[in-house]
């Protein structure tokens, strides 16, 4: 007795604190507790029924265990008595029936409370009457009481694991008391369905006590190095019943107000046990989105302790590493929760973006596509919203860039603040680095633009990365940028240039057709001139046709008085057998000889009118074209007959003296040429043999004075002429020895430029002997262009090429001679710059004068004509060097040039036609398009109806602005004033009339905006000058003019180069042509602006092209700026504003966030009971808890 009574003594005297602490003193402890602990900023007011029944049924307990058999230490041995629970039971029931209508309501509002029920299921309970309400209450109250007081059946936990349920007190005896690991595990999984199954007051009453218990437990688990397997399954289930223990509103509160249980679950994270890993990572998930402000800081300082405890050196090293297992799926959906969760808390857009960097660093960025690639709908979830995000920040990251762009303008200041950034910190030296490789970038105004711009990208592509993270900053091999954007870019811009390209090319012709529509213009103006010409001459033909027919009735009638040289000649008697009659006596006497048969049967047209006002009509052309006709009676009564046939003569006589001064008789050809053949029997005339390329004779020049044309040159084939006078003669070259052995004389080279001359000493062919090596030397084998053009490059000297003479000693004989001539007519001044020009352009005398002659086109250059023209000495000076041709060798080389020039009649006309003929079409060019702007310029601006819009607006806002006013009222404006618009400045002084006037096209007039682009050529016109364009084309008129006049004054030549006549007439004609379109195309322009005037109302005389059109310019260009200027303006206002919503935005929305964070926590599906982890859990696998993070901040660009 003594044996049992002591431990019943023991026992009972235990029983009494441990009843009364457990009770009274411990219900001060909690509440002390727990204002001693961090308050929870949940602010949910948990409070159950617990207390108020534990109060009730404190008497009866504590008597009902006074009678009983005090308690022993281990509460699963001891076998206390069963009828405790029904005597309690009946108290309890007794106590329930006796309650008031009001404290049955109160009753059943913390039932409610106590069951975790949402307002939306409390609210079908509330409409049940008093009696349903009142069972209910009695229902509860008597299942809180059991589970205080506990029921058991014999054996307890011994005999079943799960077929007892013990009180919250007892469980916590059992933790306390240091129970064996076996049965441990079965105490603990009991604890986790009593958790899991009974209301929150029975969690609330066992976690005073027993959460401190199970952290205890699991850090003695975790501290073990040694753990067994039975170790393992205890840190398992103690985890499990964390987990069912957070599942309500107070668990949760418990575990976030405890750093040591956060500590505990970030050390629990362990690969090597991945089902515990993954009861363990969720539960930090949940934890994580919980809407607690300082939730995330704790829960990584818990991570961080943890892995710092371990010694690993990254913190989410385990939680990557838990992804690698790729045997528990389940494992690899828990770990990208977490990490969702980690990464997408943050309100702050860099600490989002370090912790996933972190995240990649660690691992992730490797393991990221195999996950890809597998096939799960829980963990394509948790890519997709990690990849979402991911893509959400970097476009955030990327706008970041536009807002500094756009407010950070400054070079100057955004160097500073970087500076400042950097100053005194590890980054200066490399930020200096950067600077200094900037400066060695090549000093190039077209590369340098290039280089910054792959620096931009490259820095670009590092700070702004594509994936959203940061660079591997381990790697130290060659930075592998993307430069598909640059390519892409380049690609982009060739085809704009292309695109440029083409444009230019459909502007140039758009020019073009527009030039041929107004020259088209032109020329069917002069056509109708001269249809109306030509119908008016018809009505005088109609009119005087009676008249005419019956004078041709009467026949042709001479008065008496008629002077003879007006007399027209007889007509021609028939010609039988074809002979030729000889031509009428002239007046005094003088025959004229007849002109040689021609080749080939051409019929000489009639030549011109001679001067003096005789008209000579064209005799009629023979049948047959074999003979040609007499010429016309020549004025001065001189009749020339026809020499005598001289059968087998060589020469002509000389025709008899002429009467009255008549013209002398030729001399005789030159060159012995054979005379034309004396007419053959019967009077006909032979055919005459056929011209070279069949082409006929021009017509004779006007013989001035009324005599005699020069005699025809010779006939084709005849001996040559003899050389020109002014030609360069040298003396016969002395007949060389043939040269030794066989040996083959040297070939002779044509140098373009003159050379460094070698030094050497010239072996002489008679000191060469048969065997030497000069006579088997074949030095032609290395000729070569390159090699020759690279001997011109290297050793070329600027001295003019010499020419060609036979032996060195001669060269230097001249060379010597050249030395002391002496200028004859020249003075040095002028011989200077004529040998400056000779030896600028290296071309002989002969060349330059042929040149000239004959117009070659290939050959001249406007360069050559117009140093020619400057430098060539007075005509007088060039009739003084020609009277010296004979002395030529002896003349300065000037003066020789000047000696081969005088041979060339008219040279400066002829020089002055030809410069004009090289520089037309750059005058016409220099005209055409001035004329092309000032007359597109006149037609856009009539037919602009933007424009005219415009005029309308401006009036009606200056009659409504001058109301009240002298101004008030105009029918209209000066068009100058609108570059006075922008004088007007708004009341404020911010604003213009301009900028305002600009504003309201946006705004409510945008077909006025088009007007710029619809004025394209009024920038062009207002650069005409109309005084100069027509200065230009009186001086092309005048030039035309002159070169007509010395064509047809230009001398008949016998040089068979000379065809400045030819080629100049067709130029002339052609320039005439062109000048005439040009001409009307002014007139043209002249009247379109006129037309203007009268249109806008100024006077066009008044107000020159170029100030007209210089306003307009200016104008559009200001309205232009104006329009940039208020979208400037706009933007920062927007900007602004902008920043400010954002602002607002960003705060709304993150207490709104919070507010969702806090109702995940009462989250509850319809007819579902699951508890607060449950939901959170659930929000996390289906990724509700993420969606609002994927709406976070909207950019401001997408709010507008």
Known sequence: ???????????????????????????????????????????????????????????????????????????????????????????????????????????????????????????????????????????????????????????????????????????????????????????????????????????????????GLLLDALEKLLDKKQQESIDKKNQHKLIQCLRAFMNNKYGLQRIIGDQRGLLLLSRAIDPKQPHMMTETVKILSAICIVGEESILDKLLTAITTAAERSNREERFSQIVEGLENHEFIQLQIACMQLINALVTSPDDLDFRIHLRNEFLRCGLKKILPALKDKENDELDIQLRVFDENKDEDHFELSHRLSDIKAEMDDVSEVFHLLYNLVKDTSSENYFLSILQHFLLIRNDYFIRPQYYKIIEECVSQIVLHCSGMDPDFKYRGRLDVNFTHLVDACVDKAKVEESEKKAAEFSRKFDEEFTARQEAQVELQKREEKIKELETEIKQLRTQGPVLTGQLTEGPTLPPNLPSENAPPPPAPPLPGGAIPPPPPLPGGAVIPPPPPLPGGVVIPPPPPLPGGAAIPPPPPLPGGAAIPPPPPLPGGAVIPPPPPLPGGTVIPPPPPLPGGAIPPPPPLPGGAVPPPPPLPGGAVPPPPPLPGGAGLPPPPPLPGGGVPPPPPPPFGGPPMPPPLGGISFAPFPVAPALPHGMKEKKKYQLEVSMKRINWSKIEPQEIGENSFWVKAEEDKFENPELFAKLALTFGTQMKAKKP???????????????????????????????????????????????????????????????????????????????????????????????????????????????????FEEHVNNIKPDIMAVTMACEELKKSESFSKLLELVLFLGNYMNSGSRNAQSLGFNISFLCKIRDTKSSDQKTTLLHFLAEICEENYRDILKFPDELQHVESASKVSAQTLKSNLDSMNQQIQRLENDIQNFPKTQDEHDKFVEKMSSFAESAREQY?????????????????????????????????????????????????????????????????????????????????????????????????????????????????????????????
């Open 1076 to 1200: 005439e379109k040009l001409s009307n195309m002014h007139n043209n322009m002249t009247k379109l602006y006129e037309n203007l005037g009268e249109y806008f109302t100024f006077d066009p005389k008044a107000i020159s092209i170029e100030e007209f059109f210089g306003d307009l310019s200016n104008f559009r260009t200001l309205f232009l700026e104006a329009l940039k200027e208020n979208n400037k303006r706009r933007e920062l206002e927007e900007k602004t504003k902008r920043a400010k919503l954002a602002k607002e935005k960003a705060e709304r929305e993150r207490l709104e966030r919070q507010k969702k964070k806090q109702q995940l926590i009462d989250m509850n599906k319809e007819g579902d009971e699951t508890g607060v982890m449950d939901s959170l859990l659930e929000a996390l696998q289906s990724g509700a808890a993420f969606r609002d993070r994927r709406k976070r901040t909207p950019r401001p660009q997408d709010q507008t």
């Open 805 to 919: 003479v036979e032996e060195s000693e001669e060269k230097k004989a001249a060379q010597s001679k050249k030395k002391i001539k002496e200028l004859r007519v020249l003075d040095g001044k002028s011989a200077q710059n004529l040998s400056i020009f000779l030896g600028s352009f290296r071309l002989p005398y002969e060349e330059i004068k042929n040149i000239i002659l004959e117009v070659d086109e290939e050959k001249l250059s406007e360069s050559l004509i117009q140093n020619l023209v400057k430098n060539l000495p007075e005509q007088k000076e060039l009739n003084a060097l020609a009277e010296l041709k004979d002395e030529y060798n002896d003349l300065a080389e000037p003066e020789q040039f000047g000696v081969v020039m005088s041979s060339v009649k008219m040279l400066r006309p002829r020089l002055n036609g030809i410069l004009f003929r090289l520089m």
């Open 1 to 211: 007795m003594d044996g049992q009574a002591a431990p019943g003594a023991g026992g009972g005297g235990g029983e009494e604190p441990l009843g009364s602490g457990r009770m009274n003193p411990k219900r001060g402890g909690r509440a002390a507790e727990e204002e001693s602990r961090n308050k929870p900023k949940l602010n949910i007011q948990i409070k159950t029924l617990a207390d108020d029944v534990r109060d009730r049924i404190t008497s009866f307990r504590r008597s009902a265990v006074k009678k009983e058999k005090p308690l022993i230490q281990h509460p699963i041995d001891s076998q206390p008595s069963i009828s405790e629970i029904p005597h309690a039971q009946a108290l309890v029931d007794e106590r329930c029936m006796n309650l008031s209508e009001k404290e049955v309501m109160d009753l059943f509002e913390k039932m409610m409370e106590d069951m975790n029920l949402n307002e939306e299921r409390k609210a079908p309970l509330r409409d049940k009457d008093l009696s349903t309400k009142r069972e209910m209450v009695v229902q509860y109250i008597s299942a809180t009481a059991k589970s205080i007081v506990g029921s058991k059946v014999p054996g307890g936990l011994k005999n079943s694991k799960h077929e007892c349920t013990l009180s919250s007190q007892e469980y916590i005896h059992e933790l306390r008391s240091g129970i064996s690991d076996e049965k441990l595990l079965n105490c603990l999984e009991s604890l986790r369905v009593s958790l899991t199954s009974n209301p929150v007051s029975w969690v609330n009453n066992f976690g005073h006590e027993g959460l």
